[in-house]
């Protein structure tokens, strides 16, 4: 069958039971807590993802049992009850020969996962339909990830994934309100930038539906965010919500919970124990770190240093931007679905924070957008990527993006595309590491704007990266190095795992950046003759 002709108009997302939203601190307690510290799996994120052998509820009161016991053994215990996750490493390996686009086109059904397949009792929530998942460790939906895997999608004409991406992040807003960082009860308490606006333009544009069919989720998202915005007073927050001195009210990325994040609950434990703050506050910017979708970066820390992380101090660029154009899209589709006065509601809330990140969050000294600390009443000083989100959206003025274009020039340009910041601290989203992600948001603000020399300039010099280390290595991965030694492009490093081959939104960026530049040399690049 011709997967296009899977396309339907909009899919259903029915026969999907109710989620069993314990997660496993919530659900194993003791016993969660003791398999973490102790490091019975080498990456945190395994234990919870493992899927239970028999009821949860049994196999806590063994461990309850049995652990006082003189021959017992933690490890034993946790593989006979628990099956451990599959990490699909060896899938990634293209066909010796096989050109870039092509071991594109093939990933796309080794990172599709299917809803019969998830496990009870698990930590996986169920969804509706197939989904594609980044890759490695990553074996579950993420929520800005597939924004930038579905512009791939769209490009290698695989419609039947994108109805189904339509239909699960419809159900998630439906079902939980918002759309987690991804589809694990461990990530419930937070979401990612908020970029279901932008997917629904992506929807429209390629057939699953009008975008006005997305009203009601659109808005339900919204009212995630700003939840609490209207009894704050200035100079108060309430999660996700900053009242400024002036009343102007911005957003912040947030976390529910103030404690371990559950899938790496080791290492940020052993974070907090080297700062001087209350564990619970550590936790809690932690968390909101890992909303951002940043984690980690010196973005949110003071001299580089995670322990000294302070997520929920900053008015951030790139989500106030995010944010602004959801506004603006609910207006006009509200207006188009004979919804007048919550139009002119959105286009007045949207006008505001248009104005408000001008006066706040645009740095005339800097020539840039820059992140705000609302708490020290400081912008921040450091130059970081999303400073491009502005001119993705439309929001910046000509002049601002002339700036805006000029640092990122100055600041961020690297041999190997556009770097997140200017500062190597051993994080992930920091230098030398570079993201296919903050590559396509710079490439295309760039382009509204008529930037079009550096737009090019980055999409080439990124498309020379991908295709040098897939020549080389034959798979595309996370993150790239982007001081290019002499040997060929590398993956990036740093953080708190293992740098993860797959990759669902570096897949997604390069295969459309390729559709737009049939003759960049990247087009010919070629798997290694033995993988």
Request: proline content about 6%.
């Amino acid at each position: 069958m011709n997967k296009q002709s899977l396309a339907s108009p909009r899919i259903k997302p029915a026969g999907v039971a109710p989620a069993d939203t314990l997660t496993p601190a919530d659900r194993y307690q003791e016993l969660f807590v003791d398999v973490q510290m102790h490091r019975v799996f080498a990456d945190s994120k395994t234990f919870v993802d493992c899927a239970p052998k028999g009821e949860p509820e049994r196999i806590l009161a063994l461990y309850r049992e049995q652990r006082g016991h003189s021959d017992f053994d933690l490890a034993t215990f946790v593989h006979a009850h628990f099956d451990a996750p599959v990490v699909h490493g060896s899938h990634y390996v293209s066909v010796p020969g096989q050109p870039l686009c092509e071991h594109i086109d093939s990933l796309w059904d080794v990172l599709t996962r299917r809803p019969d397949l998830h496990p009870p009792k698990s930590s996986l929530l169920p969804l509706p339909n197939c989904y594609v998942v980044p890759g490695g460790r990553f074996s579950e939906l993420y929520y800005w990830d597939s924004y930038f895997t579905m512009l791939g999608l769209a490009e290698s004409g695989r419609h039947d994934l994108l109805h189904c991406m339509a239909s699960n992040f419809a159900y998630l807003i439906d079902a939980y309100g918002h759309i987690p960082n991804g589809n694990r009860t461990y990530y419930l308490s937070r979401s990612q930038p908020p970029v279901f606006a932008l997917m629904v333009g992506l929807f429209e544009q390629h057939g699953v539906d009008e975008a006005v069919a997305w009203l009601p989720q659109l808005c339900k998202e919204y009212d995630f965010w700003m939840d609490g915005a209207e009894a704050l007073r200035p100079n108060d927050a309430h999660r996700h919500c900053v009242k400024l001195d002036d009343g102007s009210v911005l957003n912040r990325y947030w976390d529910d919970r103030d404690t371990p994040r559950e899938e790496s609950h080791l290492e940020d434990v052993l974070t907090a124990r080297r700062s001087t703050r209350p564990s619970t506050e550590v936790y809690r910017n932690l968390r909101a770190g890992a909303a951002s979708g940043w984690d980690f970066s010196s973005r949110w820390c003071d001299e580089g240093k995670l322990e000294t992380i302070r997520t929920t101090a900053i008015l951030p660029v790139d989500l106030n931007a995010f944010l602004y154009y959801l506004e603006w899209q609910i207006a006009e589709l509200s207006r188009a679905d004979g919804q007048h006065k919550q139009a002119d509601a959105f286009e007045l809330r949207a006008q505001r924070r248009r104005e408000a990140i001008h006066r706040v969050l645009w740095n005339e000294a800097a020539g840039c957008f820059l992140d705000y600390d609302w708490q020290r009443r400081a912008p921040r000083d450091a130059i970081n990527a999303a400073a491009s989100v502005p001119l993705y959206v439309g929001l910046a003025s000509h002049d601002q993006a002339v700036h805006v274009a000029e640092a990122l020039r100055t600041h961020l340009m690297e041999e190997g595309g556009l770097g997140a910041t200017a500062f190597k601290t051993g994080q992930q989203w920091d230098k030398p590491n570079g993201w296919a992600p903050l590559q396509r948001l710079a490439i295309c603000g760039l382009r509204r704007y008529g930037m079009h020399e550096l737009a090019e300039e980055i999409a080439h010099r990124w498309l020379q990266t991908v295709g040098s280390l897939y020549e080389r290595e034959s798979k595309l991965v996370e993150k790239y190095v982007l001081m290019v030694p002499p040997g060929g492009a590398v993956g990036g490093g740093g953080g708190e795992y293992p740098l993860q081959d797959g990759f669902g939104w570096t897949n997604g960026v390069t295969r459309l950046l390729l559709h737009e530049k049939p003759d960049h040399p990247a087009n010919e690049a070629c798997a290694a003759a033995t993988a």
